[in-house]
């Protein structure tokens, strides 16, 4: 039986801050596909979240598994690829727009805000002895994912330091090893890379940064340091949670959205389950200018995703033993189970941005005397955050932080299973 292996590889490390000029538009176009992809951003947290109970920071790409499914997509034909598009949600989406939006996305990125670093990169990788790719898929792949197609042998350790090459080009020198081993069996990889490297639109102070109190739950109490600053901020507020908005690089096109549950005797988790992309989007439009004393903690955040089937599973993808991959093969006819799906992502916050990285922007005061009576607004205890990307409305990446310092707390209990997507049946 052939195996195929899917990988989506990326570090997401930002830094990013406040300073608003103007709140862009709303782009009117692409409805369908930006809710396919916000909808699987959610359900894949979340599932993600159901299959891993430990409160320990958690932090996903969607955009690189969204984007590896849309690419096997075009591969797979029939119950396979219904499969599929149950479990990204685009049953209402023909491939060829599909194809487009994701197009649209992949060029964009890297050239919407030119003091922000974005890189997302994808490839396919074969097995030369055991098969071709078919000509029209190669094409597809190059034309609508800039994908590259690499033949390679699958053996030996010169396959798995060519695919960690690849991952540590790609990744901006963050990702240095995604492979140990390659299987000769496996007969194609699809990789995806995704950066992101960015410094606040106007930085923290680092003199004001002090150590502070993080509550990782009720009576459990974490000192970690607080980066403090006063100024005008975006802010949104309701009876369920209070979000700030902190752009980054020019500040139009890519902001940290940091969401603070208002009820703290329920876990980030349980708060998360019943929250949706909805939700975000109207907080998001109804954001206004605050006076704000904001204080939020420094955090580093890793997450690595060994195999990804079993939660996709959950999601709606069902467990074809047989999957019918053959628009990916010239003669046809080819089918295979897939193997593995993978995922390393990693954050880093800190007063200007990335640690490494300088900063570009300029440092504001944090006091102003003319100004009293900020509001205080204290993630002092577990949060969740989204990096998005406001142009497409896309979720680039998302997480939670139990404990910014890293150190993993207890268990919690299992969450409420989520929904899967299936169509259903029509009465005869």
Same mark, same amino acid.
């Given at each position: 039986?052939?195996?195929?292996?899917?990988?989506? &590889?990326?570090?997401?490390?930002?830094?990013?801050?406040?300073?608003?000029?103007?709140?862009?538009?709303?782009?009117?176009?692409?409805?369908?596909?930006?809710?396919?992809?916000?909808?699987?951003?959610?359900?894949?947290?979340?599932?993600?979240?159901?299959?891993?109970?430990?409160?320990?920071?958690?932090?996903?790409?969607?955009?690189?598994?969204?984007?590896?499914?849309?690419? =096997?997509?075009?591969?797979?034909?029939? /119950?396979?690829?219904?499969?599929?598009?149950? !479990? =990204?949600?685009?049953?209402?989406?023909?491939?060829?727009?599909?194809?487009?939006?994701?197009?649209?996305?992949?060029?964009?990125?890297?050239?919407?805000?030119?003091? $922000?670093?974005?890189?997302? %990169?994808?490839?396919?990788?074969?097995?030369?002895?055991?098969?071709?790719?078919?000509?029209?898929?190669?094409?597809?792949?190059?034309?609508?994912?800039?994908?590259?197609?690499?033949?390679?042998?699958?053996?030996?350790?010169?396959?798995?330091?060519?695919?960690?090459?690849?991952?540590?080009?790609?990744?901006?020198?963050?990702?240095?090893?995604?492979?140990?081993?390659?299987?000769?069996?496996?007969?194609?990889?699809?990789?995806?890379?995704?950066?992101?490297?960015?410094?606040?639109?106007?930085?923290?102070?680092?003199?004001?940064?002090?150590?502070?109190?993080?509550?990782?739950?009720?009576?459990? $109490?974490?000192?970690?340091?607080?980066?403090?600053?006063?100024?005008?901020?975006?802010?949104?507020?309701?009876?369920?949670?209070?979000?700030?908005? =902190?752009?980054?690089?020019?500040?139009?096109?890519?902001?940290?959205?940091?969401?603070?549950?208002?009820?703290?005797?329920?876990?980030?988790?349980?708060?998360?389950?019943?929250?949706?992309?909805?939700? =975000?989007?109207?907080?998001?439009?109804?954001?206004? /200018?605050?006076?704000?004393?904001?204080?939020?903690?420094?955090?580093?955040?890793?997450?690595?995703?060994?195999?990804?089937?079993?939660?996709?599973?959950?999601?709606?993808?069902?467990? %074809?033993?047989?999957? /019918?991959?053959?628009?990916?093969?010239?003669?046809?006819?080819?089918?295979?189970?897939?193997?593995?799906?993978?995922?390393? !992502?990693?954050?880093?916050?800190?007063?200007?941005?990335?640690?490494?990285?300088?900063?570009?922007?300029?440092?504001?005061? &944090?006091?102003?005397?003319?100004?009293?009576?900020?509001?205080?607004?204290?993630?002092?205890?577990?949060?969740?955050?989204?990096?998005?990307?406001?142009?497409?409305?896309?979720?680039? &990446?998302?997480?939670?932080?139990?404990?910014?310092?890293?150190?993993?707390?207890?268990?919690?209990?299992?969450?409420?299973?989520?929904?899967?997507?299936?169509?259903?049946?029509?009465?005869?």
């Amino acid at each position: 039986m052939k195996r195929y292996f899917l990988g989506c &590889l990326l570090p997401a490390f930002m830094a990013f801050i406040p300073v608003w000029k103007q709140k862009p538009a709303p782009n009117p176009s692409r409805p369908e596909f930006t809710q396919s992809h916000n909808e699987f951003a959610f359900r894949l947290l979340k599932t993600v979240l159901q299959a891993d109970t430990a409160r320990n920071n958690k932090l996903i790409s969607p955009l690189s598994v969204y984007l590896n499914l849309s690419m =096997l997509c075009n591969g797979a034909v029939k /119950d396979t690829r219904t499969t599929i598009t149950q !479990t =990204l949600g685009t049953e209402g989406i023909d491939i060829p727009y599909l194809n487009s939006e994701c197009k649209d996305l992949l060029q964009q990125l890297p050239i919407e805000d030119s003091k $922000v670093k974005v890189s997302a %990169v994808e490839s396919c990788w074969y097995n030369q002895r055991k098969l071709g790719l078919s000509p029209i898929y190669e094409s597809l792949l190059s034309n609508f994912y800039y994908a590259a197609t690499v033949p390679s042998t699958f053996a030996g350790r010169q396959a798995v330091d060519q695919i960690n090459h690849w991952a540590d080009q790609n990744t901006d020198h963050q990702i240095l090893s995604v492979m140990q081993q390659a299987s000769p069996r496996d007969c194609i990889y699809l990789l995806s890379a995704f950066a992101f490297r960015g410094d606040w639109t106007a930085a923290f102070n680092p003199e004001y940064t002090h150590d502070g109190n993080f509550y990782v739950r009720p009576g459990r $109490v974490r000192p970690v340091p607080m980066m403090q600053r006063t100024g005008v901020i975006h802010t949104y507020a309701d009876t369920a949670f209070t979000m700030v908005e =902190l752009p980054c690089g020019a500040g139009d096109n890519y902001s940290l959205l940091v969401l603070l549950p208002e009820n703290e005797q329920l876990s980030i988790t349980d708060w998360l389950y019943n929250f949706t992309p909805i939700r =975000l989007n109207t907080a998001l439009n109804k954001v206004t /200018d605050q006076w704000v004393q904001l204080t939020l903690p420094r955090w580093e955040a890793s997450n690595e995703i060994s195999n990804l089937k079993p939660v996709l599973e959950k999601m709606g993808m069902a467990s %074809v033993e047989e999957a /019918d991959l053959s628009a990916m093969f010239p003669t046809g006819g080819s089918k295979a189970s897939l193997s593995q799906i993978v995922q390393g !992502t990693s954050i880093q916050v800190n007063e200007t941005g990335l640690a490494a990285a300088p900063s570009s922007g300029g440092s504001i005061s &944090l006091s102003d005397p003319g100004r009293p009576n900020a509001r205080q607004i204290m993630f002092n205890r577990p949060f969740f955050y989204v990096l998005m990307e406001k142009p497409h409305n896309a979720i680039l &990446l998302s997480g939670i932080v139990n404990d910014p310092s890293g150190k993993e707390v207890m268990p919690a209990p299992a969450p409420p299973p989520v929904k899967t997507r299936t169509k259903q049946k029509k009465q005869g």
